[in-house]
């Protein structure tokens, strides 16, 4: 069964910085695209950056572009969040989502991040 477990998740305040993985296992990950998506307290789900198979094509949010940075790393089978400059609506849980190629398929259990003073 596919797994993923994101971490790294915590309190940061305004302007700091945080970097959240997630920890892919039971499929072949480098034959993936991978997504991260984030949904805030009482809100909705919100797409926030994706990577293709191998790690040189990434795509952002524009809430998020210029602050975030996705990342993967093959031989560990993890996927990499990088979040600078962060800004109390960046307060949300984040999902690690892997690309099917129909769809988003599978979803880890999300790492909470709280962006406060």
């Known amino acids: 069964q596919v797994q993923l477990v994101e971490s790294g998740g915590g309190l940061v305040q305004p302007e ?3 970097r959240v993985s997630c920890a892919a296992s039971e499929f072949t990950f ?30 952002y949010a524009d809430s998020v572009k ?18 600078n400059s962060l800004k109390p609506e960046d307060t949300a849980l984040y999902y ?5 190629g129909y769809g988003l398929d599978y979803w880890g259990k999300g790492t909470l991040v709280t962006v406060s003073s």
């Open 96 to 100: 690690c989502v892997r690309d099917g």
């Open 66 to 83: 210029g602050r975030f940075s996705i990342s993967r790393d093959n031989s560990k089978n993890t996927l990499y969040l990088q979040m």
């Open 30 to 59: 480098n034959r993936y695209s991978m997504n991260w998506v984030r949904q805030a307290p009482g809100k909705g789900l919100e797409w926030v950056s994706a990577i293709n198979f191998g790690g040189d094509v990434t795509y």
């Open 16 to 18: 700091g910085s945080l």
